[in-house]
């Protein structure tokens, strides 16, 4: 059997040869190469505009077979909630609820007697039925936890996870997304897998390396380069497509670039087209030699566990390397936590006290091609990884917006609300006032108080206005 079996074996793995010969010779050619260079041939926005007209028929057959077989194809109610609300004060509402009571008691009484005026600055029990009502709105429609759950599509992508209600529409779309099925774990998770290895090993190699060289324009040039070159081969790795909007307000040296937050990924859409000092917590494993590679490098900021928590020294840490202009824009996510991208919550701000010039940046991600948000609380980091490469593309837009500072007169907390509404409204996004640490905390005490403030204000306010007439 020997003699047959050898030149068998020898067959196997000349092809097994060929075969990787092929497939790294395009990955090099077609990816690796035009990634250094910054080029595209243009084959992902082919493979974008190809996914629409498929996602397009998908959608309409799956929509007619719903209704043909009496299917709930979405749910009822939509991310904009379930109750209608209208932006009123807690002074208006209240006035509202005292002049409806005062009109059916009027009503209903014989006498011709004035009751008390709606405006009146005495505690009147109907007032909580308007706290009792905000109550039972926040549990039946809580705008702040749905922002920490994916939304769900309009349309089908032909993802499972991207429709929850999708069930046997057709043998047509049922083998479609079988299809679908094979060419994205068969051939696009491979592919990205192989891409996403090379970026980082060439990352850790070429960091380790330059980290050799004295400090100096040609250690900060060749590091520019290897960071631009290893994260456009990781962008590739996701079949990203970005587009860039006005790049003329990109972030300078000694600046601070601010984002919302949607996914870990946010750090390579961004670091794809310029270069940026990170700033986090050390950690071990592979994101541990990673991070000391890189600061081998380049100035990252990264922070013991001890250290993180010493408000005072992160400030302090920021400040010195914002102050020295020849360092990188620092990239900060103000939110501290990922948002499912549809709407901008509460910035923290410790990065709007160091006094620096901040560059706001909207990234607005397209849920139709794959679903970017990391749900951190049901799914871990590899998990996620390979959720993303298994989708079918990663398709955002990413918006520079001129720089702002501090006006004069204006604290820290004023100056992270502007900056955020500036990035909420370009974006398209809802701008909340909520703590993203509600994700995994209780609502703290302050935002009780501010609400019982702001109802005392209302009776004290009412009675000075009255003692004075």
Request: proline fraction near 4%; charged fraction near 20%.
């Amino acid at each position: 059997m020997g003699p047959f079996i050898s030149p068998f074996n020898n067959l196997l793995c000349m092809l097994l040869g060929i075969s990787f010969t092929v497939w790294f010779t395009l990955l090099l050619v077609f990816i690796i190469v035009p990634a250094i260079f910054g080029l595209s041939f243009g084959i992902r926005n082919l493979y974008m505009k190809t996914l629409l007209k498929v996602f397009k028929w998908a959608t309409v057959r799956m929509e007619r077979g719903a209704k043909e077989k009496n299917h709930l194809l979405y749910k009822p109610y939509s991310l904009n909630g379930i109750i209608a609300k209208e932006p009123t004060s807690l002074e208006e509402e209240l006035k509202e609820i005292r002049r409806n009571g005062s009109s059916r008691e009027l009503d209903g009484s014989a006498s011709t007697t004035t009751g008390p005026s709606p405006s009146s600055s005495e505690f009147e029990m109907s007032d909580t039925f308007y706290f009792c009502r905000r109550g039972i709105e926040s549990i039946v429609d809580d705008e702040v936890t749905k922002r920490f759950s994916s939304e769900e599509l309009e349309s089908w992508n032909l993802l499972t996870r991207s429709n929850y209600n999708f069930h046997h529409i057709s043998t047509r779309l049922t083998v479609l997304w079988g299809l679908g099925v094979v060419i994205r774990y068969g051939f696009l998770l491979p592919l990205r897998l192989t891409l996403a290895i090379t970026g980082v090993s060439l990352l850790v190699v070429f960091t380790t390396m330059i980290g050799f060289l004295p400090n100096g324009s040609m250690k900060n040039f060749l590091s520019e380069k290897v960071h631009l070159m290893c994260y456009r081969i990781c962008v590739r790795a996701l079949t990203a497509i970005i587009t860039y909007h006005h790049s003329e307000n990109k972030p300078k040296n000694g600046g601070i670039c601010v984002a919302n937050h949607t996914s870990p990924i946010d750090v390579i859409i961004l670091a794809s087209d310029g270069c940026y000092a990170m700033v986090g917590q050390i950690h071990g494993g592979l994101m541990g030699i990673i991070q000391r590679s890189m600061v081998k490098a380049c100035p990252h900021i990264w922070f013991e566990r001890s250290e993180v928590k010493d408000r005072h020294l992160v400030a302090k840490r920021l400040s010195d390397h914002v102050q020295d202009k020849s360092k990188l824009p620092i990239l900060i996510f103000p939110e501290g936590t990922c948002i499912n991208n549809t709407s901008v919550m509460m910035f923290k701000k410790g990065s709007f006290e160091i006094g620096s010039t901040v560059y706001p940046v909207a990234i607005k991600y397209d849920p139709r091609f794959g679903e970017a948000f990391w749900n951190s609380s049901k799914f871990g980091m590899v998990n996620y990884l390979l959720r993303m490469m298994s989708s079918w593309a990663i398709v955002c837009s990413v918006w520079y917006l001129p720089p702002m500072s501090r006006q004069e007169g204006e604290d820290a907390v004023q100056f992270a609300n502007r900056v955020k509404a500036a990035i909420a409204r370009q974006g398209g996004l809802v701008d909340l006032l909520w703590d993203g640490g509600l994700k995994r905390g209780k609502v703290k005490e302050t935002f009780k108080e501010e609400q019982q403030k702001l109802y005392s204000k209302i009776l004290v306010g009412t009675q000075e206005d009255r003692s004075r007439s």
